[in-house]
């Protein structure tokens, strides 16, 4: 069990451009969530998975976002026409089955900076 | 709507006294509560659950928590600090009538433990 990984940990962009991130979850977990922290704020819900199946979206998740999981395993995220608002953490979790007492695992995080 | 919430910015212990970061909770039907912590720039690790049955919780790194249903809360609690425990600590719960699955968040409280 490596836990859950995500990359890259840190990344700058320009406004206007397009940015993806990976989350790697932990091997055989099959729900798959994605959250965005802003500093000083506890962790918000965007989206989630199970299995390749996306099954949730968060109101926070405007058209500009997309989120994929091919085959199930790792996940992407996507910010089109990245705005100075989108600058935050942006966490990854899994979890084994998406039961509501599962305990979801998070990785390390990406922090994402839109000059 | 199920919501957390953390009434203390920041808590102030000194090394080796006793510590408490509160958290109360309000969702319909029977919650499930979680505790996470969070270090500087790094990802939220797991530090215990609540699902049912014995009200005091135990988890990782000697922390444990009590679940008190008329009061609707869930302390996270230490008989003894460390300096190594300053960190962000976060509650979240989940609501076990929901689809989701995803955890909601309180906005955190900041431990700060002085030798």
């Known amino acids: 069990d490596t836990g859950v990984s995500q990359d890259p940990r840190h990344k700058i962009t320009k406004r206007g451009q397009n940015v993806t991130f990976r989350c790697d979850p932990i091997?055989?977990?099959?729900?798959l969530y994605w959250y965005r922290q802003t500093l000083g704020q506890g962790p918000e819900f965007l989206t989630y998975?199970?299995?390749?199946?996306?099954?949730?979206k968060s109101r926070l998740l405007s058209d500009r976002f997309s989120a994929e999981r091919p085959k199930g395993s790792f996940s992407t995220l996507e910010i089109q026409r990245t705005e100075q608002g989108d600058s935050a953490m942006y966490l990854c979790?899994?979890?084994?089955?998406?039961?509501?007492?599962?305990?979801?695992?998070f990785g390390p995080g990406t922090r994402l900076t839109v000059l | 709507a199920q919501s957390v919430a953390q009434p203390e910015d920041q808590v102030n212990v000194a090394e080796g006294n006793p510590l408490t970061v509160k958290c109360t909770y309000s969702?319909?039907?029977?919650?499930?509560l979680f505790w996470y912590v969070q270090y500087p720039n790094r990802g939220l690790q797991f530090l215990l659950k609540y699902i049912t049955g014995d009200n005091l919780v135990k988890g990782s790194y000697g922390f444990e928590a009590e679940f008190n249903k008329s009061q609707t809360s869930f302390h996270l609690k230490k008989p003894s600090a460390l300096v190594s425990d300053s960190a962000l600590y976060f509650c979240?719960?989940?609501?076990?009538?929901?689809?989701?699955?995803?955890?909601?968040f309180g906005k955190g409280t900041k431990l700060s433990v002085k030798p």
């Open positions: 979240a719960v989940r609501d076990p009538g929901g689809s989701q699955g995803n955890l909601i």
């Open positions: 091997s055989e977990h099959n729900r």
């Open positions: 979790a899994s979890s084994p089955a998406g039961g509501p007492t599962d305990t979801q695992y």
């Open positions: 969702v319909s039907g029977n919650p499930y």
């Open positions: 998975f199970q299995n390749e199946a996306q099954l949730e």
